[in-house]
């Protein structure tokens, strides 16, 4: 590691968003000495961050935040000035099955986070930073029309995103009964490579890939905003360097689709690169029994972070999309290994 340079905490940096996130900061930042604690869990993979493995200001680390003691002892070896914090049980289906796990991770393992890093720097503050990544499912559901904006009242509805406006809650009280400098972004559905294949557009690239039937909870009308996940990392990297203290910041891509349209693209986009006779994914498609609590529609207006930090995405969602499955196709090891075993076993449960 390099001396006498910041020391930054990722956490669940073995994760999608969170490899990506480390990617950009080791080699953007040679100056910072970028540390990546992760428990991995089935979606933490350090086969995603492969090439950066050997860099001189990166680390790993494995830790689970939910281990009060490990974590106290890792920021006080560490020192650790800043903290960007992603590590999380991320998806809802997972939280209907089993709340208690999300409510230890996300709500237990922040507070830990939180308590280590208060108790660290004892009010001396300066320089110093506690960077929450959240999602804008903490706002609950829009009906045909509106956005959510950093205003919206929080309205959960799925263990998940009540796991997670915990949370964001904790973060905030600790900014204003202990002085902790924070900041909170929520973000919108993320997609793009290494993400893991439970959520709606890898799970439907494998199954496309496999010739498998493709689920469609409900009507397939339901609505997310979907952003590419570069264009995340970039506003992590503007927020946590120029953003006050104190602030939140909703990220989106003012890119709504229905999840049918979402899982038409990709059966367009599949039957072309695979040389399958136009329209024939398309027959894959089932409609199946809605997700409870399913929320209808999630559209962010990010006019806050594209005013004060001058972001706005830079990638077209036809672009993303062609990206995301050349990504896919061109990385079957991966997919191969992140799905058997475990993952077999969860697929069972959900979807058979
Ligand atoms: P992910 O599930 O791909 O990765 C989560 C990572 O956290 C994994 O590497 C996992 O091993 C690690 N982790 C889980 N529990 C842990 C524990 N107890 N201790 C240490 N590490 C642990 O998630 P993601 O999609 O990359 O999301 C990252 C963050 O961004 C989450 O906080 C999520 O709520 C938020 N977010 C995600 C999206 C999205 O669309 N994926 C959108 C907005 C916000
Ligand atoms: P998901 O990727 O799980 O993200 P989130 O629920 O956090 O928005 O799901 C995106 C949308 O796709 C959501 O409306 C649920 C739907 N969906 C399906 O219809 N079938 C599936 O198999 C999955 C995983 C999701």
Known sequence: MVKNIKSILITGGAGFIGSHLIRHFVRKYPNYNIYNLDS???????????????????????????????????????????????????????????????????????????????????????DKLFYHVSTDEVYGSLGETGLFKETTAYSPNSPYSASKAGSDHFVRAYGETYGIPY????????????????????????????????????????????????????????????????????????????????INFLCEILDD?????????????????????????????????????GWKPKHSFQQGLEDTVSWYMQNKEWLENVTSGRYLDYYKKQYL
């Open 183 to 262: 900041i909170i972004s929520n973000c919108s559905n993320n997609y793009g490579p290494f993400q893991f294949p439970e959520k709606l557009i890898p799970l439907m690239i494998h199954n496309i890939i496999q010739g498998k039937e493709l689920p469609i909870y409900g009507d397939g009308k339901y609505t997310r905003d979907w952003l590419y996940v570069e264009d995340h990392v970039e506003a992590i990297d503007l927020i946590f360097h120029k953003a006050a203290k104190g602030e939140t910041y909703n990220i989106g891509g003012l890119n709504e689709w229905k999840n049918i349209e979402v």
């Open 40 to 126: 991995l869990t089935y979606a933490g993979n350090l086969e995603n961050l492969k090439d950066i493995e050997e860099v001189s200001n990166y680390e790993f680390i494995k830790a689970d935040i939910t281990d009060e003691t490990k974590i106290i002892e890792l920021f006080r070896k560490y020192q650790f000035d800043k903290v960007i914090h992603l590590a999380a049980e991320s998806h809802v289906d997972r939280s209907i099955s089993d709340p208690l796990a999300f409510v230890k991770t996300n709500i237990i393992g922040t507070i830990n986070l939180l308590n280590a890093f208060t108790s660290l720097w004892k009010g001396n503050f300066q």
């Open 273 to 309: 690169k695979l040389n399958r006779e136009k329209g024939s994914s398309e027959k894959l498609i089932r409609f199946i029994k809605d997700r409870p609590g399913h929320d209808r529609r999630y559209a962010i207006d990010s006019t806050k972070i594209e005013k004060e930090l």
